[in-house]
């Protein structure tokens, strides 16, 4: 179905009165042309349904930067907007539940019409107002007078984290200001009315619903119910056409009484969200949200083995039972440790005057800021170890496990034998790759088959895969480390 509303190709700018956006364009500006037009109601259910089904039927990506969730997450997105549900999404931290709830805002149509007069407190439909003062305005004036403004889609979401939140702040509030000027308490005239009943015709998403006071959440299942406003046992009848959207924690939200049973009745669909399910993806949505920003001056390359480290610390972490599991641990882990490892290898390419800067594993000696902070130890499980040293032993057996890979795939075990000869290695994050180079004078064959890149024209390269293999030699206990003010020496026993 193809609207009015699409047939429109300009773009036009807005302005703001009354505290809602009015555009400056070929639109409708009165009543009289928007019947004219012949614009049609539509409930924002409705709206969204319509144009979903019409980017599904032309084979549009539907949820761009959506990572991992292919066939588990989006066809239940899919179904959950064509059935026309609210929307629980519930899964752990960092696992994409809010940019998901913020995307749908993209199959709302560009721009809505509303009733434009300063005592109308939401977007009344102008064909069917929801409040007194929209339906007086209407009663009291002729088509050609009426005033009409427009709501682009992206003011039409409104969003809130459940903690601190007041009844007033979602539901609303008896104004005493209108009281002392004679209002009665029962109608609706009284009300300043909450972010939910100002987001009549769009959407609203309440993040971390177990943490919502209970008295909050009675006032949203009646929202959910009837769909009207109840305010100090004051029932002001609203025909509240809304979306509402939740996300919350599976460790509290199945937590018994955390949520009232009759809200979570009502809700239409559960989405259950997880965490990348292999390794790759993990990479690709580090790659997309590290957000990176290349420097001609200072450029930086990273082995593929690196990323896969980074990912594999994380994959580890969530493994681990010295990390409260419930809790979770976010993309935001990846990210951070990411950025911090391209940080610090940046920093080294300035120091030393190296270009391009190539990450190594001493490196990641910097992760630790980025780190802490981002996991939970189980107070059980942990048997009072330090947040460090956890960390410490989930990257090692990160570094193990990928490094384990490349000897599988590609047989680096002869490399062990360069430091049986008795070859010495100290390696830091900031000595110069030409150190490596000395050390090593001849790239084994081996390498050019094992690394993507080519370790034996570039000293920053070598350095990397030098780091590399002596980590995962270390880590599969076939050479030792002597740590001593930052620097490693690697030796064969």
Not at 17 to 38: A, V
Not at 373 to 383: A, N, R, T, Y
Not at 410 to 438: C, M, T, W
Request: proline share 5%; charged share 25%; hydrophobic share 40%.
């Amino acid at each position: 179905m193809i609207t009015w509303i699409d047939q429109i190709k300009s773009e036009p700018c807005s302005i703001t009165i009354h505290g809602k956006s009015k555009r400056m364009s070929q639109h409708p500006t009165t009543l009289q042309e928007l019947q004219e037009s012949g614009w049609k109601s539509r409930t924002v259910k409705e709206e969204l349904r319509q144009n979903f089904l019409k980017a599904l039927s032309t084979g549009e990506e539907l949820f761009p930067g959506i990572i991992g969730y292919d066939n588990t997450v989006i066809p239940e997105i899919s179904i959950a907007l064509l059935a026309e549900h609210d929307m629980l999404f519930l899964g752990e931290k960092g696992q994409a539940k809010s940019r998901i709830m913020r995307s749908l805002v993209r199959f709302l149509d560009p721009e809505i019409p509303y009733l434009d007069h300063p005592d109308i407190p939401v977007h009344d439909d102008p064909f069917q107002p929801i409040t007194a003062a929209g339906k007086k305005y209407l009663a009291e004036s002729e088509p050609q007078d009426v005033k009409i403004a427009w709501w682009p889609r992206e003011e039409r979401y409104a969003e809130r984290l459940s903690p601190g939140t007041k009844f007033a702040d979602v539901i609303g509030e008896i104004d005493p200001s209108k009281l002392i000027g004679g209002v009665s308490m029962s109608t609706e005239n009284a009300l300043h009315f909450g972010l939910i009943p100002r987001m009549h015709r769009g959407i609203f998403a309440m993040n971390e619903l177990p943490e919502l006071d209970e008295l909050v959440q009675v006032g949203l299942f009646n929202i959910l119910e009837e769909r009207d406003v109840q305010i100090r046992g004051y029932p002001i009848k609203f025909d509240l056409d809304i979306l509402i959207l939740f996300s919350a924690n599976p460790a509290t939200y199945n937590r018994s009484g955390k949520v009232i049973p009759q809200l979570k009745d009502r809700i239409g669909s559960l989405i259950q969200t997880h965490y990348p399910r292999d390794r790759d993806l993990g990479i690709q949505i580090t790659q997309q949200e590290a957000g990176i920003h290349d420097d001609e001056n200072y450029p930086v390359v990273v082995p593929y083995f690196m990323r896969e480290i980074i990912e594999q610390i994380t994959v580890q972490a969530r493994k681990s039972k010295y990390i409260d599991q419930d809790s979770g641990v976010s993309a935001r882990f990846s990210n951070a440790n990411y950025r911090t490892m391209i940080a610090s290898a940046r920093r080294r390419a300035v120091l030393l005057k190296e270009q391009p800067a190539v990450p190594r594993i001493s490196d990641l000696g910097h992760l630790t800021a980025s780190s802490l902070g981002k996991l939970e130890l189980d107070l059980m499980g942990s048997h009072q170890m330090r947040e460090s040293q956890v960390l410490e032993a989930i990257i090692a057996e990160a570094i193990r496990i990928v490094f384990q890979e490349y000897v599988e795939e590609h047989g680096l075990e002869e490399i062990s034998q360069i430091f049986a000869r008795g070859v010495k290695i100290e390696v830091g994050d900031l000595l110069p790759s030409n150190h490596y180079a000395e050390r090593l004078q001849h790239v084994p064959p081996i390498w050019q088959k094992a690394f993507e890149l080519n370790a034996a024209e570039d000293d920053a390269v070598r350095a990397s895969c030098v780091e590399f293999v002596l980590a995962g030699l270390h880590a599969t206990d076939r050479i030792s480390r002597a740590q001593y003010h930052g620097q490693v020496t690697y030796e064969i026993e």
